[in-house]
């Protein structure tokens, strides 16, 4: 729990000087050393025997593993290595939609407040013994399996593309 409201505190203290414009940013190392600080917590939770949170806490990250999981479908189903750069990752395609950078990363925050909420929200009802254990693996499952489909359509439709 402490490493969890430090690495909370660190976070939200840097967060108004990364906005855009942004003064500071967090570069590779940052946000290397973030990624590995939430996943050991979460794996923390596994190794206490509670999977099922483990797998709340999967879902609560779920917009980098997403990106990275349509990036190496996308790119495996062109015939590509999967560290081939491309300019399809989520922010890329949010950017062009939206026509601006805060709108697109306004959009990625809010769908990360979604998942942060259904992560949560399910760990907290197989807590109190609300939920049944499976419904959270089922939920986990059909997201990456939606996942899996769209980046596969993603580069089907990119193959196609190059082809014509």
């Not at 939430?38 to 190794?47: A, N, P, S, Y």
């Not at 560290?83 to 697109?104: E, Y």
């Not at 489909?149 to 190059?162: D, P, T, Y």
Request: with cysteine; hydrophobic share 55%; charged share 15%.
């Amino acid at each position: 729990v402490v490493l969890s409201l430090a690495l909370l505190g660190a976070v939200l203290g840097f967060l108004p000087y990364n906005f855009n414009p942004a003064s500071i940013f967090l570069g590779d190392c940052g946000s290397l050393l973030l990624g590995y600080m939430c996943v050991v917590i979460i794996l923390m939770l596994g190794e206490a025997g509670e999977t099922q949170l483990m797998v709340a806490g999967l879902i609560i990250f779920a917009i980098p593993i997403i990106d990275t999981l349509l990036a190496i479908v996308r790119r495996r189903v062109q015939g590509k290595h999967f560290w081939d750069p491309d300019a399809k990752h989520m922010h890329h395609i949010l950017k062009r939609r939206t026509g601006s950078v805060k709108k697109a990363v306004l959009s990625i925050y809010a769908m990360g407040a979604f998942f942060a909420v259904l992560g949560a929200g399910l760990g907290i009802l197989d807590l109190l013994d609300l939920i049944q254990i499976r419904y959270i693996y089922v939920v986990f499952l059909v997201m990456a399996a939606v996942v899996t489909w769209i980046g596969w359509r993603m580069g089907a439709a990119e193959k196609i593309e190059q082809i014509t």
